[in-house]
């Protein structure tokens, strides 16, 4: 969602924030400022739409702001209050002293705003963030310490924050404090880092500290103090961030998007490795904590996750009930709560989420993990919120995946769903052991398949071109590949804003196929297996209704080249791993039809790479 970054040190600040906005960006971007203390002053700069346009401001003045060593930036997702240049942060006060940076919602900003304006307080732009602004400047006013004046409104508001606070006052120091939206500090030589994320701070410090729930740090050039909302002392717990500054790269290809769908094949590799040494070895999924005798009883399996992530748990009930044949319901965070939810500590309750910060998916698991139920989260950020919800934590390690539209993490996900049913099936000996290492061998091979997939990309691009025209598209598949559809449809969706759907094949009769004419393309997955004769007569039945037919098969069935328009071959695969393969083509077609569109890939309009409000 919005980002944030903050510098405390002896660098021109400016440098360092615009940097770090920049490799937020994904985050969310329909705004941008910055905060600088010049010359004894707090001067705001901001700007609406891309951060290009913040940075032009910033290059005509950039003498004078590169004088500051001390500041704070964002970039926003509106929440409250269109996207322009007054509702962009930072926010201020009055007199202009304080700047305030925030991330989440303020849930009684109008209570706040109708008690400060009572006190005088005038009010410049419709955002839940001002009340801060005002709330810091009002306490300061009566206890005169910034940190303080930070601690006591905290304690007013209520909701999800990330926040980074500076005061003309009080000359080289930056407050900041969270609860239920990240915040890290970077630490290095007599100088100081802030964000929401660690993409801003990698290329400048590997070692940090992660900020938890009500936690208030200040931060001066050569001093870093810790303290919780009731005014404790902290302990710093320090941590070595585990990434590289070369996962910020686009490694020469055009968008990150594409990059990230050609490193696939190594990220199966990766999640792979360790955990599936040989076909005829039991799996080793030693973040699995669940007791072996509890999960042998288990009947029950909850899993709660939003968007990419979702459909990856789709999958995951599939091969979960088919090896363990126990009942798993999959269902979007943002269902799961705010009803009578009916779990307990039987139920395993296992979250999804590439980020972590998915503020639906984190609240769904805090209401099971109240409930009694273990706590599974599977994410590619064990540095996450989620993560500290985690009783198992199964980390997915793709790598920080910086295009909004998630392909290499939506792969790493189906890879430890497949890791996790095989183990749990042979805790429970559920499933004959060749059939579970004939999976194990086509796991093994499955990164050669995929890269004969990215090898061979002509067919998927011609086909991109020539349905790039299309206004709407429909995804039909059963089975295990139902799934497949959703996903391909939601990429499409993401980054061409072409209306997309993912049918289950045999309900398009039970409606959708009323939409069905010769400007309509239908897209089916057509995997060997149980269903595959099922779909193609459901693929007979829409071309009988004249739509435009493209077939994405593993079959090199001639017959289908008298269906279909144009044909998506990929490798012969196991129809239990089909997903894993089936999936890249049309992540591919998303890219080079929205390539074709002139659309922006990697940061499409309206989306943000984590969500983290309900
Ligand atoms: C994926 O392409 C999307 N950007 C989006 O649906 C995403 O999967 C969803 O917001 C969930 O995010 P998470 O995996 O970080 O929880």
Redesign the pocket.
Known sequence: MCGIVGYIGSKPAVDILLEGLTNLEYRGYDSAGIAVEVDNKVELYKAEGKLQNLKDIVNKNYTHIAKSTIGIGHIRWATHGVPNTVNAHPHSCNCGRVAVVHNGIIENYKELKAKLEKQGCTFRSQTDTETVAHLVASEYAKCGDLTEAVRLATKQIEGAYALCVIHQDVKDTIVATRRNAPLLVGIGEKEYYVASDVPAIIQYTKKAMYLDDNQIVTLTPDSMKLIDIENNSLEQKIEHLPWEPIALSKMGYKHFMLKEIHEQPDVVRNVLSGKLRAIDEPVCLKEVTLDREKLKKLNRIQIV???????AALVGKYIIEDFCGIAVDVEP?SEYIYRRTITDENTLVIG???????A??ITAVRLAKKKGSHILIV???PDST?AREADSLVPVNAGIEV?????K??MA?LISFYLLAIYMAEVKESIAKEKLEELKHELIILPQKIEKVLSHKENIQACAKKFSGSKDFVFIARGINYPTALEGA??LK?ISYINATGYPAGELKHGPIAMLDESMPVLSILMSGKVYEKILSNSEEAKARNARMIALTDSTDPKLNELFDSTIRVPEICELLSPALAVVPLQLLAYYIAEFLGKDVDQPRN?????TVE
């Open positions: 996750a939003c968007g990419t992530s979702l459909h965070s999804v989420s590439q980020s972590g910060e998915t639906d998916t994410t590619n950020r989620m295009s909004v539209a998630a392909t993490s939506y996900q939601l990429k993401e989306l943000a790479k984590s969500v």
